[in-house]
């Protein structure tokens, strides 16, 4: 659920070599988000209603006041739900990062309104997409390959806006290294790989 200790615990470990991001209740007190962000949080996870009541939904109160620590939403939208969210989360004070290819239905192509709210989104220059989480996009198996070409328009579009996660350990995953497999059959240049698995993290979370 909404428990984080876990997550703080491992942070106060591993100051140096750890960030992370939270589900925050919504009575969080300013204290509470200051001591996390002093542990290394730099952002909170909002989820579309549709994901259903146990996880945290889109809130601009929240968002307001983690806005005031510096950090960023992580949204994870439900199918084709980001054409709805997309300007109500560029409204919000935060940097917007969305979640596992921003949930875009791969069947539906890059000709979609999903994906090209999306576009519009990374235009902004307020929001990131996470290349992470193919398996959650298709009905397909491993290699997932009709999320390949969203991918690859997502690279020629916007490099320096893409951060890659292994989104392991997961149900549906049998390997990090299928993760790691597919990101690299996509054939990147060494420059634009520097750029998704290191350089944009970087700008991401500190």
Not at 114 to 125: I, K, N
Not at 185 to 195: A, F, H, V, Y
Request: hydrophobic share 40%; proline share 7%.
């Amino acid at each position: 659920g909404r428990n984080y200790q876990l997550l703080a615990d491992t942070l106060a470990r591993f100051p140096d070599r750890f960030r992370g991001i939270a589900l925050m209740p919504e009575d969080t007190s300013a204290a509470e988000f200051a001591r996390l962000t002093g542990l290394g949080v730099r952002g909170l996870r909002m989820m579309s209603a549709k994901r259903g009541p146990h996880v945290p939904p889109l809130s601009r109160d929240v968002a307001a006041r983690a806005a005031d620590h510096g950090w960023h939403v992580q949204f994870y939208p439900h199918d084709a739900d980001i054409v709805d969210y997309a300007d109500k989360l560029l409204a919000l004070p935060n940097t917007i990062v969305l979640d596992h290819f921003a949930s875009i239905p791969a069947a539906g192509g890059v000709r979609q309104p999903a994906f090209t709210a999306v576009l519009r989104m990374l235009d902004s220059g307020r929001a990131w997409l996470k290349l992470s989480g193919p398996m959650r996009c298709t009905q397909q198996n491993y290699p997932y390959s009709e999320v390949t070409p969203l991918a690859h328009a997502l690279v020629r579009h916007a490099p320096e806006r893409l951060v890659w996660g292994t989104d392991w350990p997961s149900p549906g995953i049998k390997s990090m290294r299928q993760n790691v497999d597919q990101f690299l059959q996509l054939g990147l240049s060494d420059e634009t790989r520097r750029k998704i698995l290191y350089a944009n993290s970087i700008r991401v979370f500190g």
